[in-house]
C-alpha cells in the first residue's frame, strides 16, 4: 500500500505546489489509481465540484502550507459533497500542517487509512484542516500523525467520526491505538498499511450499506464478524495441518492446507526412522 508504478496504473506529478489530479467537473469519478506528487508542496487529489469522488486510490503528496481549501487531498468549492472510499492517502512531508483539506466543503470518507510516516522529523499538525463550515463525515477511518501530541482535526467545521483509531486521542468516535501495532511498516521508506494480526481495526468497524462490498485490493467486506477499519481487510492467513506416516521404517510429511505467506520451515525428527 504504497505509491509503486511497477504494480498498476499510476500517474506522478513532479511540479512544486500543483495537484496531479484535479477533479474540477460535477459528479467525476476516479477509480482504482495510484497517484503522487513529488514536487515540493505537491497535492495529490483535489475535488473541487459536487458531487465527485475516489475509490480504491493510493494518494501521496508533500502539501506542507496552511490553506484548508488544499492539502495531499482536498476539498474546494464551498459547496463541494465529495467523497472517497477504501483509499490510503500518505502525507510524505516532515513538518506538514495538515494531511487533508476539506475547506468550507461536506465531504463523507469511507474506510480510508490517512497516514504520515511514523519516522518523519515532524509529524503534520493535524490530520484534517478544515475551513469555517461545512459537516465532515467519516467512518470506518484510520488516522495517524506518527506522533500522539498532534491533533486529528483543525478548524471550524463539524467533524462526525464514526468507528476511527488514532493514534491521537481525545475525539468522540475515535478509538487511541498504538501506531506500529496497527499496520504491517510505518516507516517512510516501506509504507505498508495493510493491517497486520493482532491490529485493533479487525472486526470492529461498522458494517452497512454506506460502505464498499470489497476493499482496495478487491477483498470481499467483511471477511470477518464485521467491516475492519482503514481500506484494507484483513484476511487471516491460512490454517498449516501436516501428516506424518510410518511405513516400513521410513516416514513421510505431507501439507493438507497452504502456510501464510512467506517463508515457511517444517522439521521433523523420528528417533529410529529415516525422514522425508
Avoid at 82 to 95: D, F, L
Avoid at 131 to 150: E, L, Y
Avoid at 171 to 191: E, H, I, K, L, P
Avoid at 203 to 211: E, F, Q, V, Y
Wanted: proline share 2%.
Amino acid at each position: 500500500l504504497a505509491y509503486d508504478a511497477s504494480k498498476g496504473a499510476a500517474i506522478r506529478g513532479t511540479s512544486a505546489n500543483t495537484a496531479t489530479i484535479n477533479l474540477a467537473e460535477a459528479n467525476s469519478r476516479i477509480t482504482q489509481l495510484q497517484i503522487t506528487a513529488t514536487g515540493s508542496g505537491g497535492r495529490g487529489l483535489g475535488i473541487t465540484s459536487a458531487g465527485s469522488r475516489g475509490d480504491f486510490l493510493i494518494v501521496e503528496g508533500k502539501y506542507s502550507a496552511t490553506s484548508a481549501t488544499l492539502g495531499v487531498v482536498y476539498f474546494s468549492n464551498s459547496s463541494t459533497t465529495g467523497v472517497v472510499t477504501n483509499s490510503v492517502v500518505i502525507q510524505r512531508t516532515s513538518g506538514a500542517d495538515h494531511i487533508v483539506g476539506t475547506g468550507a466543503d461536506s465531504p463523507s470518507l469511507f474506510n480510508n487509512t490517512f497516514v504520515a510516516a511514523d519516522d518523519l522529523a515532524t509529524a503534520p499538525t493535524s490530520i484534517f484542516l478544515s475551513g469555517a463550515s461545512g459537516t465532515v463525515t467519516t467512518q470506518n477511518c484510520a488516522m495517524f500523525a506518527g506522533d500522539s501530541t498532534k491533533a486529528i482535526k483543525a478548524g471550524s467545521a463539524t467533524f462526525n467520526h464514526t468507528t476511527g483509531y488514532s493514534d491521537i486521542s481525545g475525539t468522540s468516535g475515535v478509538t487511541q491505538t498504538t501506531y506500529a501495532n496497527a499496520f504491517q511498516n510505518v516507516n517512510a521508506a516501506t509504507r505498508d498499511f495493510r493491517l497486520k494480526t493482532g491490529s485493533a481495526h479487525i472486526n470492529t468497524g461498522t458494517t452497512d450499506a454506506t460502505n464498499a462490498p470489497v476493499d482496495i485490493a478487491g477483498t470481499a467486506r467483511p471477511s470477518g464478524a464485521s467491516y475492519d477499519v482503514g481500506c484494507w481487510e484483513f484476511v487471516a492467513a491460512s490454517v498449516f495441518t501436516a501428516t506424518a506416516s510410518l511405513s516400513g521404517g521410513s516416514s513421510s510429511l505431507s501439507a493438507t492446507s497452504p502456510f501464510s505467506p512467506g517463508t515457511n520451515t517444517v522439521s521433523a525428527v523420528l528417533s529410529g526412522a529415516s525422514t522425508t
